[in-house]
């Protein structure tokens, strides 16, 4: 296929795509990326990576999968999840990135589809994910394929960490995206209700009213049905929504007739569910059957750097239009705290302290962190240079330099001069 021919056919997409040489130039854009990205200057014979993320050199050098890199090994398509600068702010991208070469076999250039994902956020989002750290990166990756795969979810993390919003998420960029999200909150429903929550109840049989009822399942019908804390599912009801998930069919509480659901099963849970069925206290056939795609949903002690995004995006919903800021003291309580609760304890912080800040700045008396009385989620001192806390934040961090940077509220070019200066001391 000639130059002309594969420009031609890129302006005929309406998805966005890019074509790039080997060594990352971008040759032509269609029309469909020109508008997503509305570029203020020509993008042509600019690197992909200085467009899309403002690096200064290729992603795989710069902290992130390079799907060019990815390809040029194997020869063959590669798809990632990146999150790309655009003017509505930083957005997570599906990106499918296909090789074209010429007739001796060789790569000559590469064609990218790309495919604004919108179940997750770089930015602030009200009701949408938000995170840069690695932790999160990979948690999306995941997220990515479960969406577009119409296959039982289970969703492993601690409490507090955001199981529901990822399974919201999945549900929203799935083909169901247009039926009912249903949650069944295991861990709130007596097991005497159970059954007849979920499965509904026939007419006649209830002992007052005699009036039938739907249950979440009817409910759920077409869309997902998402079991929060599925480890803590009655005994009882496990065979029945074994067999619902088997044949996709199940009866009614006091009806022998049979009733069909097109349901997609989304489950999370805070235990091991493996060792409860070790222990008896949960079916292993169900759990095969629950765990065909898990997803582990991280701690925020593993994504420290996500924290002021976090912080960013509760203040906005918790006080909207009082412009709160974070002092430099009270954002380094909040990026060395352990979190046993996770986002929700962080959540919990923050709203305590819009009640307590009368002025526009949170300080860390407005914060009532709890002292721990092991000690364990005690902060360190807060350093009083900024190459001791440079020092001290540096070994437990695991995503890009550009991040820590942000953390640390300096530049990214004064950021590598500390490390290189660090690095020096340490090697005399």
Same mark, same amino acid.
């Given at each position: 296929?000639?130059?002309? /021919?594969?420009?031609?056919?890129? &302006?005929?997409?309406?998805? =966005?795509?890019?074509?790039?040489?080997?060594?990352?130039?971008?040759?032509?854009?269609? &029309?469909?990326? !020109?508008?997503?990205?509305?570029?203020?200057?020509?993008?042509?014979?600019?690197?992909?990576?200085?467009?899309?993320?403002?690096?200064?050199?290729?992603?795989?050098?710069?902290?992130?999968?390079?799907? #060019?890199?990815?390809? !040029?090994?194997?020869?063959?398509? @590669?798809?990632?999840?990146?999150?790309?600068?655009?003017?509505?702010?930083?957005?997570?991208?599906?990106? @499918? %990135?296909?090789?074209?070469?010429?007739?001796?076999?060789?790569?000559?250039?590469?064609? @990218?589809?790309?495919?604004?994902?919108?179940?997750?956020?770089?930015?602030?989002?009200?009701? *949408?994910?938000?995170?840069?750290?690695?932790? $999160?990166?990979?948690?999306?990756?995941?997220?990515?394929?479960?969406?577009?795969?119409?296959?039982?979810?289970?969703?492993?993390?601690?409490?507090?960490?955001?199981? /529901? %919003?990822?399974?919201?998420?999945?549900?929203?960029?799935?083909?169901?995206?247009?039926?009912?999200?249903?949650?069944?909150?295991?861990?709130?429903?007596?097991?005497?209700?159970? /059954?007849?929550?979920?499965?509904?109840?026939?007419?006649?049989?209830?002992?007052?009213?005699?009036?039938?009822?739907?249950?979440?399942?009817?409910?759920?019908?077409?869309?997902?049905?998402?079991?929060?804390?599925?480890?803590?599912?009655?005994?009882?009801?496990?065979?029945? #929504? #074994?067999?619902?998930?088997?044949?996709?069919?199940?009866?009614?509480?006091?009806?022998?007739?049979?009733?069909?659901?097109?349901?997609?099963?989304?489950?999370?849970?805070?235990?091991?569910?493996?060792?409860?069925?070790?222990?008896?206290?949960?079916?292993?056939?169900?759990?095969?059957?629950?765990?065909? $795609?898990?997803?582990?949903?991280?701690?925020? !002690?593993?994504?420290?750097?996500?924290?002021?995004?976090?912080?960013? *995006?509760?203040?906005?919903?918790?006080?909207?239009?009082?412009?709160?800021?974070?002092?430099?003291?009270?954002?380094?309580? %909040? &990026?060395?705290?352990?979190?046993?609760?996770?986002?929700?304890?962080?959540?919990?912080?923050?709203?305590?302290?819009?009640? %307590?800040?009368?002025?526009?700045?949170?300080?860390?008396?407005?914060?009532?962190?709890?002292?721990?009385?092991?000690?364990?989620?005690?902060?360190?001192?807060?350093?009083?240079?900024?190459?001791?806390?440079?020092?001290?934040?540096?070994?437990?961090? *695991?995503?890009?330099?550009?991040?820590?940077?942000?953390?640390?509220?300096?530049?990214?070019?004064?950021?590598?001069?500390? =490390?290189?200066?660090? &690095? /020096?001391? @340490?090697?005399?």
């Amino acid at each position: 296929m000639s130059f002309t /021919e594969l420009t031609s056919f890129l &302006q005929a997409q309406t998805e =966005l795509h890019v074509l790039f040489d080997t060594q990352y130039r971008i040759i032509a854009v269609n &029309q469909a990326f !020109r508008k997503y990205c509305n570029p203020g200057d020509s993008v042509i014979g600019r690197p992909c990576y200085e467009v899309s993320h403002n690096y200064d050199m290729p992603c795989d050098r710069s902290g992130e999968t390079c799907p #060019l890199a990815k390809s !040029r090994r194997s020869g063959k398509p @590669e798809r990632v999840l990146h999150m790309h600068h655009t003017p509505n702010g930083e957005e997570y991208v599906s990106i @499918e %990135l296909t090789p074209i070469k010429n007739l001796s076999g060789e790569i000559t250039c590469y064609v @990218e589809k790309i495919e604004p994902v919108k179940m997750a956020k770089g930015l602030t989002e009200r009701n *949408s994910l938000q995170g840069q750290s690695s932790a $999160f990166r990979k948690m999306m990756e995941l997220v990515g394929k479960a969406a577009s795969a119409d296959i039982n979810i289970l969703l492993c993390g601690e409490s507090g960490t955001g199981k /529901e %919003l990822v399974a919201q998420a999945i549900h929203r960029a799935g083909k169901r995206a247009a039926r009912p999200f249903i949650v069944v909150d295991c861990s709130g429903i007596a097991e005497s209700h159970f /059954e007849s929550e979920l499965f509904g109840q026939e007419r006649g049989t209830h002992p007052k009213t005699g009036s039938g009822k739907k249950g979440l399942v009817d409910a759920a019908d077409g869309g997902s049905l998402f079991l929060d804390e599925v480890g803590d599912l009655p005994l009882s009801i496990q065979s029945k #929504l #074994l067999r619902l998930l088997e044949t996709g069919a199940y009866r009614r509480f006091g009806s022998a007739d049979l009733r069909r659901a097109d349901i997609r099963i989304i489950s999370a849970t805070s235990h091991n569910l493996l060792k409860k069925a070790g222990d008896g206290l949960f079916r292993k056939d169900l759990y095969y059957r629950l765990d065909i $795609f898990p997803i582990y949903v991280p701690a925020l !002690r593993d994504r420290l750097e996500d924290i002021p995004l976090l912080i960013a *995006s509760l203040l906005e919903i918790m006080a909207p239009g009082r412009n709160l800021t974070v002092s430099d003291e009270a954002m380094y309580l %909040l &990026q060395t705290y352990r979190y046993p609760g996770n986002v929700r304890e962080l959540r919990n912080f923050l709203e305590r302290a819009c009640l %307590l800040c009368e002025s526009r700045e949170i300080r860390p008396e407005h914060l009532l962190i709890p002292e721990p009385e092991d000690g364990e989620n005690a902060p360190p001192p807060l350093p009083v240079s900024p190459e001791a806390r440079l020092k001290q934040l540096l070994p437990a961090f *695991s995503g890009k330099r550009k991040a820590l940077a942000k953390m640390l509220g300096i530049s990214e070019r004064t950021l590598y001069r500390r =490390l290189s200066e660090l &690095q /020096e001391k @340490e090697n005399r």
